[in-house]
T-cell receptor, first 114, second 114 residues
Framework: DVKVTQSSRYLVKRTGEKVFLECVQD?????MFWYRQDPGLGLRLIYF???????EKGDIPEGYSVSREKKERFSLILESASTNQTSMYLC?????????????FGPGTRLTVL | GENVEQHPSTLSVQEGDSAVIKCTYS??????FPWYKQELGKRPQLIID?????GEKKDQRIAVTLNKTAKHFSLHITETQPEDSAVYFC?????????????FGAGTRLAVHP
């Protein structure tokens, strides 16, 4: 059974703080993704990584960066948190090899920026 | 840019009725269409998917249909039960820069009333 875990379920930060969201998967998946989920907007891709030390911008990368130093871990970084980054953040992982492999999600981190 | 439109945003049915959620996509090269179910407070989970070379797929009470010409696909749930209450997301896979990414619809909140 694939397990994708995220470091926190709830997080409250102040404007301007640097925020780290961690995601770990235990199935040796090559591909990992970070999404944010907002009501009425669905899941929007922030960044993704297809292998260790590799990263690609998604559809809404502004204000975020990522790090993938180890295969199992994909970190999302908010360099200077702002109130419009208050959201639910979902990590996902997928085995490499084409579009048909199932994408598995973590439980999400609800971030509030005050 | 590429997008997936999903309708309706909310759907309320009586237990035992059928529910239909519709999505349209813009990238004619999309070749994979998964549906995810997200129960309240939980992570999205894949419930059914369809590839572009198939017109219909069924799994017990749920089915998905795909019309490639019209670029739309639908989720059908028959004999709905209260446990079907959740937010449902459609998605379409698109290739960008040699990588495959999922583009999600905005979601449909389904409420099944006993």
């Amino acid at each position: 059974d694939v397990k994708v875990t995220q470091s926190s379920r709830y997080l409250v930060k102040r404007t301007g703080e640097k925020v780290f969201l961690e995601c770990v998967q235990d199935m040796d998946h090559e591909n990992m993704f970070w999404y944010r989920q907002d009501p009425g907007l669905g899941l929007r891709l922030i960044y993704f990584s297809y292998d260790v030390k590799m990263k690609e911008k998604g559809d809404i990368p502004e204000g975020y960066s990522v790090s993938r130093e180890k295969k199992e871990r994909f970190s999302l970084i908010l360099e200077s948190a702002s109130t419009n980054q208050t959201s639910m953040y979902l990590c996902a992982s997928r085995e490499a090899g084409g579009p048909y492999n199932e994408q598995f999600f973590g439980p999400g981190t609800r971030l509030t920026v005050l | 840019g590429e997008n997936v439109e999903q309708h309706p945003s909310t759907l309320s049915v009586q237990e035992g009725d059928s529910a239909v959620i519709k999505c349209t996509y813009s990238d004619s090269a999309s070749n994979y269409f998964p549906w995810y179910k997200q129960e309240l407070g939980k992570r999205p989970q894949l419930i059914i998917d369809i590839r572009s070379n198939v017109g219909e797929k069924k799994d017990q009470r749920i089915a998905v249909t795909l019309n490639k010409t019209a670029k739309h696909f639908s989720l059908h749930i028959t004999e709905t039960q209260p446990e079907d209450s959740a937010v449902y997301f459609c998605a379409a896979s698109r290739e960008s820069g040699g990588y495959n990414k999922l583009i999600f619809g905005a979601g449909t909140r389904l409420a099944v009333h006993p």
